[in-house]
């Protein structure tokens, strides 16, 4: 799960414990994973992504929509605002 606003609470939780314990959970691949999407380059794929749009800058939000396209082996859902969605990706533009 890739947040662009706050934190999920579980990931903040799990970084309390250190930066190499917490990366070392994506990498064992065997539970849900929670991510920032200032962090989106270290994310490994996984056959189901879930981008929630959920606050932070548009730059931020606009590169997290398409790394986790490329992230995303089977799903994407992708949760937020529908317009703000729309319009980070430049759907419907001049439409």
Do not use: K
């Not at 691949?29 to 606050?55: H, K, L, T």
């Not at 929509?65 to 533009?93: E, F, I, K, N, Y």
């Amino acid at each position: 799960m890739l947040t662009t606003g706050d934190p999920h609470p579980w990931a903040a939780h799990e970084l309390s414990f250190g930066e190499a314990a917490y990366w070392a959970q994506q990498d064992t691949g065997d539970d849900v994973f929670f991510v920032g999407a200032s962090a989106v380059e270290r994310a490994a794929a996984r056959p189901v992504v879930i981008v929630a749009v959920n606050g932070g800058d548009e730059e931020t939000a606009a590169r997290a929509l398409p790394a986790a396209m490329t992230r995303a082996g089977a799903l994407l859902v992708v949760c937020g605002d529908p317009q703000r969605v729309t319009a980070l990706l430049g759907v419907g533009a001049g439409v």
